[in-house]
């Protein structure tokens, strides 16, 4: 931008300085030809009534010199001198006269009426050129204006250095100017270059600060600070979507992987209960049970390994319902405390049976708004991992908290603590801490992953801590 500012700027001072050079002498000199010619008519007129040969005049006459710079000269036709505006001598005049005449005809004649010609004439007694009118005024004297040529050489070399140094001046000013513009144009520019550029490289944090101009280029910053914002918005959602997509792919893997480890160990535990199942059927069918108390003990195996299997699809199917939400169910107000009992009474025979000891801290009973079957499948998976895994003192505590508008039921069994860097695990399907332990009493690794389900399907919440003696489960919901 400077340059071109700099160069159409020399280029005008360039062809103003030829304009100068080659046509200005001749406009100089036709202005001065018009200016004789407006002399000589003022000087024709004032010779009727002989006006311009008094005194008076000759302060006219002083005031067309000194204001043109010319020589005037009027003589009678024999030469002898009636008006000077010059210490002229009578052989000056006549040179002159002559040097007119005998260039009447030549090429240096600039204009030629009945009453005067102009023509460039040069002295060659001064060696100088002239710009000469030479007439004939109305009473028959002689005129000769004229005007030395190397006056209006003089001039135009003034001319032409005033105006090397005016555009000299005008150049430099012309190139401050541009500067001091071009910058203030261009920085704008030059932050939106570099706002792009960050954007390119997804730097969406840096934006355009308007001026008080409200320009173009203002407006344009306001604009990219909008597609900025905008662009950053698409590209943290897509980040979002990005991560939620490598989780759910993650997820799906660690599905799949658990998936096939629980197909795997259902067939076993499948697998077990079937052959006993089979076996004890077919020696029934084979009369190898001959007296009653034969016959009655297989038929006990056979219903405690149906019961199993029966348990484990029943689980299945819970899970499954609770994952794709087709269990939704209904919230309903029900007696919680009530609750808590019953399911303990139905597995009385096996807390028996395991030497199992319950202890309640429960101060009164306590209703609630929720879905009961999610409340009742959470806390019997809750029990019944509490029972399969109760040691040492054998004591299982269930403990009731009332908290404002939450309820908080946690059951503790005394036995081996949980290692830490597994509890996180614990809701995850499918998931054992100890399999050899799992299978032996029938586990399948689902119970932790229906209460996960369930509690969560009725925006409640649960854990799993270490106690001194023990392992504590929880799970708060509202009332």
Partial sequence: MVIMMTGLTSILILLLLLFNVFLLSYIYRQV???????????LDEATIGGALYENRYDRKLEQLSLNNNFDIIITSYDG??????????????????DA????????????????????LAEDDYVNEEYLVLAGTLSDGNLIMIRYAVENMNLSIKIL????????????IFTFIIGEIFANRLTKPIVELTDISKKMADLDFGVRYRPRDTRTEIDILGEHMNKMSEDLEDAYVNLRKA???????????????????????????ELKTPIALIQGYAEGLAEGMADDPESRAYYCDVIVD????????VAQLMSLNELEYGSQKGEKEEFNLSELIRNVVDSSSILIEQAGITVEYEMEYDINVVSVYENVEMAFSNYLSNAIHYCKNEKIIRICQVDKDDKVCISINNTGDNIP??????????FFKI?????????????????????????????????????????????K
């Fill in 434 to 478: 100890d399999k050899a332990r799992t299978r032996e009493y029938g586990g399948s690794g689902v119970g932790l992953s229906i209460v996960k389900l369930a509690i969560e399907s009725i925006d409640g919440k649960y854990g799993v801590y270490n106690t001194d003696n023990g392992v504590t489960f929880w799970f708060e919901i509202s």
């Fill in 242 to 268: 990005n991560i939620e997509l490598k989780k759910d792919v993650e997820l799906k893997e660690k599905n799949e992987e658990m998936r096939n480890e629980f197909l795997s160990n259902v067939s076993h």
């Fill in 160 to 171: 032409v250095q005033t105006l090397i140094v005016v555009a000299i001046i005008v150049f």
């Fill in 32 to 42: 001065k030809t018009n200016v004789m010619e407006e002399v000589f008519a003022e």
């Fill in 80 to 97: 002898t001198v009636i008006v000077s505006t010059g210490k002229q001598k009578n052989n000056t005049s006549q040179r002159l006269l």
């Fill in 100 to 119: 007119i005449l005998s260039n009447r005809d030549n090429e240096k004649c600039l204009e030629y009426t009945d009453a005067y010609q102009i023509i």
């Fill in 305 to 312: 390994e149906s019961n199993k299997m029966n348990k484990l």
């Fill in 420 to 429: 830490e860097d597994l509890i996180p695990r614990l809701g995850e399907k």
